[in-house]
Structure formats: structure tokens, C-alpha cells
């Protein structure tokens, strides 16, 4: 079980950038996505996440109207697209999966089984 994150790098603020994790070994279709991010010196948070179904998304209040989470099942793929891009976005970002059934959206750490690497955001003029 694989996740790959990508898409990260340096955006001036206003800006957008789009967050791809790719599944490998899995279909992402079956499980319920969350993206995470951790500021340096800060404690990982939730920023965003998806029901298994895709039907419920939930987001934490400070990206709210500003980022979106996405799946592309035929492409085993899930996204972040983050727009209105601030300073405080500057973290790198993580996207995890849940593979324990449950049919609600998750946004606490603990209730996700596999991890992607990380790709670092970085929102500076």
C-alpha cells in the first residue's frame, strides 16, 4: 500500500497550486481520504477530507471557500486543489487513507491507516 503526494512548491500569496496523491496497490475508491499539513515548528493538522463514498467532504474552518478535496477514481488519484493561497499555507502536506470501515468523513490523524510522503507548500512573496 502506497500513497505518493505531489504537486507542492512555491506559490506567491493569492496564488493557487493543485496537491495529487496517487494509490498504489489500492483502489482509493474504498476508502475514506484526508490531506494534513504540519507548519514547521507546529503539530500536524487536518486541513480537509472525504467520506469513502466521496459523498461527504468536511474542512477545517481557516481553508474553508478556499481549498477543495477531490478523488478521480479511474485515475486512482486524490486532490487538493488550494486557491487564495496565504502565508499560513506554508506547511507540508500530507494525504493519508482509512482502510477500517466507517461511513463518515475523518479529521483526526488517528483515524487513518496509510500515509503519503509529504510535499512541501510554500507561500511566500
Known amino acids: 500500500v502506497q500513497l505518493q503526494a505531489s504537486g507542492g512548491g512555491l506559490v506567491q500569496p493569492g496564488g493557487s497550486l493543485r496537491l495529487s496523491c496517487a494509490a498504489s496497490k489500492f483502489m482509493l475508491a474504498n476508502y475514506a481520504i484526508g490531506w494534513f499539513r504540519q507548519a514547521p515548528g507546529k503539530e500536524r493538522e487536518a486541513v480537509a477530507a472525504?467520506?469513502?463514498?466521496?459523498?461527504?467532504?468536511s474542512y477545517v474552518d481557516s481553508v474553508k471557500g478556499r481549498f477543495t478535496i477531490s478523488r478521480d477514481n479511474a485515475k486512482n488519484t486524490v486532490y487538493l486543489q488550494m486557491n487564495s493561497l496565504k502565508l499560513e499555507d506554508t506547511a507540508v502536506y500530507y494525504c493519508?487513507?482509512?482502510?477500517?470501515?466507517?461511513?463518515?468523513?475523518?479529521?483526526?490523524?488517528?483515524?487513518?491507516?496509510?500515509w503519503g510522503q509529504g510535499t512541501l507548500v510554500t507561500v511566500s512573496s
Open positions: 472525504m467520506s469513502r463514498s466521496g459523498g461527504s467532504t
Open positions: 493519508a487513507a482509512r482502510s477500517r470501515y466507517g461511513a463518515t468523513v475523518y479529521l483526526q490523524s488517528s483515524a487513518y491507516d496509510y
